[in-house]
């Protein structure tokens, strides 16, 4: 009897050690793996980041590498990541992020700027906005967001930075106001803080 009892304890202490190596050799697999994939998935993430900076800047603007020049400017209540543009060594642009809240969420944009303040490029990089309506914004859907390059917060008076429902200069969709609206709002308030950050973001840094 005492013997049997030795020998039931003796294989559930084994079983114990035996999940217990298991669990072990399995977090090992997995940091093992982390390890492996963490830098093919950051030079993923770096290339996809790249591409996007570059959509929102004309062919050849800049000939450095935006994401070793970068800088959080502003204050903590409107400090952004900003990417300074360069050209033979002096800032001629940026881009950073602006968002303003749309129907369901924030729409969240990337803003090419010169060093004038005007509009390079504006792309949206992240909005849940009503399929067939909503969608618009996105480049691939529809060529609106194109109606931004040019325009700066000197070429129209603060009351033109609206739709025209509201009585401003771009257009709305169709029965989707609320999201060309929230653009709108998120373009001007990047040109707002672009304009309020010029020197720094211009002057600020040593060329590179």
Same mark, same amino acid.
């Given at each position: 009897?005492?013997?049997?009892?030795?020998?039931?304890?003796?294989?559930?202490?084994?079983?114990?050690?035996?999940?217990?190596?298991?669990?072990?050799?399995?977090?090992?697999?997995?940091?093992?793996?982390?390890?492996?994939?963490?830098?093919?998935?950051?030079?993923?993430?770096?290339?996809?980041?790249?591409?996007?900076?570059?959509?929102?800047?004309?062919?050849?603007?800049?000939?450095?590498?935006?994401?070793?020049?970068?800088?959080?400017?502003?204050? &903590?209540?409107?400090?952004?990541?900003?990417?300074?543009?360069?050209?033979?060594?002096?800032?001629?642009? &940026?881009?950073?992020?602006?968002?303003?809240?749309?129907?369901?969420?924030?729409?969240?944009?990337?803003?090419?700027?010169?060093?004038?303040?005007?509009?390079?490029?504006?792309?949206?990089?992240?909005?849940?906005?009503?399929?067939?309506?909503?969608?618009?914004?996105?480049?691939?859907?529809?060529?609106?967001?194109?109606?931004?390059?040019?325009?700066?917060?000197?070429?129209?008076?603060?009351?033109?930075?609206?739709?025209?429902?509201?009585?401003?200069?771009?257009?709305?969709?169709?029965? &989707?106001?609320?999201?060309?609206?929230?653009?709108?709002?998120?373009?001007?308030?990047?040109?707002?803080?672009?304009?309020?950050?010029?020197?720094?973001?211009?002057?600020?840094?040593?060329?590179?």
């Amino acid at each position: 009897m005492s013997d049997g009892l030795a020998r039931l304890r003796l294989g559930l202490s084994w079983q114990g050690v035996s999940l217990g190596l298991m669990a072990l050799l399995a977090s090992a697999a997995l940091a093992i793996a982390n390890d492996l994939t963490r830098e093919r998935i950051a030079a993923a993430e770096a290339r996809d980041l790249q591409a996007t900076l570059a959509q929102v800047l004309p062919a050849g603007f800049a000939d450095n590498d935006l994401l070793a020049d970068s800088q959080r400017v502003g204050d &903590a209540g409107g400090e952004r990541l900003v990417y300074r543009a360069r050209r033979s060594g002096r800032v001629v642009g &940026a881009v950073f992020q602006s968002a303003a809240r749309g129907y369901a969420a924030d729409i969240v944009l990337l803003i090419g700027v010169d060093a004038g303040g005007s509009l390079l490029g504006v792309r949206v990089v992240k909005h849940v906005e009503t399929p067939g309506l909503g969608d618009k914004i996105e480049i691939g859907k529809s060529k609106w967001i194109l109606g931004f390059e040019g325009k700066s917060l000197a070429s129209l008076p603060a009351a033109q930075w609206a739709v025209k429902k509201d009585g401003g200069a771009f257009d709305q969709f169709a029965g &989707a106001t609320i999201t060309p609206r929230a653009v709108v709002k998120a373009v001007k308030g990047g040109l707002d803080f672009f304009a309020a950050h010029r020197d720094e973001i211009l002057d600020g840094a040593k060329a590179k």
